[in-house]
């Protein structure tokens, strides 16, 4: 029992990286080391943990199940590591984080750079995604996400409301006709951002619609979807602090000026359940509080 509990954390790296090479570079081992202890644990074991060939590595049902049943211990033993061994000393370690690439322009930029003056011996990863991740599978400890797109049990901190409204060039209405009601969305070209979706929450004041749309062009670019709606090429979504210098200089016109388009775009701060490590817990509350003094 000693020996697998020692080698545990061998087999959850090799099934995460799906390669013994890079599972040895992040547990500081040589390859050869690494796979020998692999073996070794499933003759112990007598069963077969992983398929091997010379391009992957797999895990078979077995090792799939196994791994289901120990990653919860292994999460938990890191984070009371975490939380007991690194508060005695000055906060240290890698964040890794993920959020949408124009978030980080036109909020997030800031923030980060004071927390990198504030605990300089916390790296950061960060990765821009423009479609939502999942952190039960994927590997970030904090990430930044639309409300629809969040599964339990994740913790969802709630930071703000992305309130977009509907622009397009005037050259669309020379040849179409401008709607006058959300349902008219339906009969004219429309660009959708992938994260908001094809069902648009409109509302005006006390009514509130879901308009389903077909669209012209999907795109999981933000820039994507103005170039397009700027060529002239559809209605889009846009957030009026891209938009407006575009309509002042009439590139744009706001349609449904009436009507906006944000009462299901909540953007969360997401972690895993539990006891977060010390790092991970800094950046999250360093960030809830710069939000919490804009409000």
């Not at 509907?166 to 401008?178: D, R």
Request: hydrophobic letters at 45%.
């Amino acid at each position: 029992m000693q020996e697998f509990l020692t080698d545990l954390p061998l087999l959850a790296a090799v099934s995460r990286q799906k390669s013994f090479s890079k599972a040895a570079e992040i547990l500081g081992m040589s390859a050869s080391t690494l796979s020998r202890r692999i073996k070794l644990l499933e003759k112990r074991m007598g069963v077969l943990l992983f398929y091997r060939d010379t391009r992957n590595v797999k895990l078979t049902d077995t090792g799939s199940l196994l791994i289901q049943r120990c990653e919860f211990i292994l999460s938990e033993t890191q984070k009371a590591y975490d939380s007991v061994v690194t508060n005695m000393r000055e906060p240290s370690g890698l964040v890794r984080v993920c959020m949408f690439r124009d978030m980080y322009e036109d909020h997030m930029r800031g923030m980060l750079l004071d927390f990198a003056a504030r605990w300089p011996d916390i790296r950061m990863d960060l990765t821009f995604a423009e479609h939502s991740v999942d952190l039960r599978t994927e590997p970030y400890d904090v990430a930044f996400l639309i409300g629809p797109s969040i599964a339990p049990p994740l913790v969802a901190r709630k930071l703000m409301t992305i309130e977009p409204f509907l622009y397009a060039s005037p050259e669309l209405f020379k040849h179409h006709a401008m709607p006058v009601e959300p349902k008219d969305l339906h009969r004219l070209p429309c660009i959708v951002l992938e994260r908001f979706g094809r069902r648009w929450p409109m509302h005006n004041g006390n009514r509130q619609v879901l308009v389903d749309i077909e669209p012209q062009y999907t795109f999981s670019s933000v820039e994507m979807c103005h170039d397009f709606a700027l060529a002239g090429h559809g209605i889009a979504l846009l957030r009026d602090l891209l938009a407006v210098p575009d309509e002042i200089a009439g590139r744009l016109v706001r349609v449904l000026p009436q009507w906006s388009g944000g009462f299901e775009h909540d953007v969360y701060l997401v972690t895993e359940p539990g006891q977060l490590p010390q790092r991970v817990r800094l950046f999250v509350d360093h960030i809830q509080v710069n939000y919490a003094s804009r409000a």
